[in-house]
């Protein structure tokens, strides 16, 4: 099992990024997965998932209404799209292999935000 995170960077306040996971060697669609990050000095949290086919997402609360979760299963590919960013969201963002719980980690997004 491989996870690439990519599309990490610096962003102002109310900016966006996209962040986008390649996966391989399992079968991508028969999986949910999700997002998770963690801030300095605080666990990691799970922010995003969504299920296998797509169909079914979550978020946690604080990111509800500002990033989206999504996925093509022809290019094994999971995104999150993250809007009106704050300060808050700045952490290290991974990929997880699973909606709810992953048993699977990529290497991990550093996402700074800061004026």
């Known amino acids: 099992v491989q996870l690439v995170e990519s599309g990490g960077g610096l962003v102002q306040p109310g900016g966006s990024l996209r962040l986008s996971c390649a996966a391989s060697g399992f079968t991508f669609s028969s999986y949910g997965m999700s997002w998770y990050r963690q801030a300095p000095g605080k666990e990691r949290e799970l922010v995003a998932g969504?299920?296998?086919?797509?169909?079914?997402?979550n978020y946690t609360d604080s990111v509800r209404g500002r990033f989206t979760i999504s996925r093509n299963n022809a290019k094994n590919t999971v995104y999150l799209q993250m809007n009106s960013l704050k300060l808050e969201d700045t952490a290290i963002y991974y990929c997880?292999?699973?909606?709810?719980?992953?048993?699977?980690w990529g290497q991990g997004t550093q996402v700074t935000v800061s004026s």
């Open positions: 969504i299920s296998s086919a797509g169909g079914l997402t």
């Open positions: 997880g292999r699973g909606r709810f719980y992953a048993d699977y």
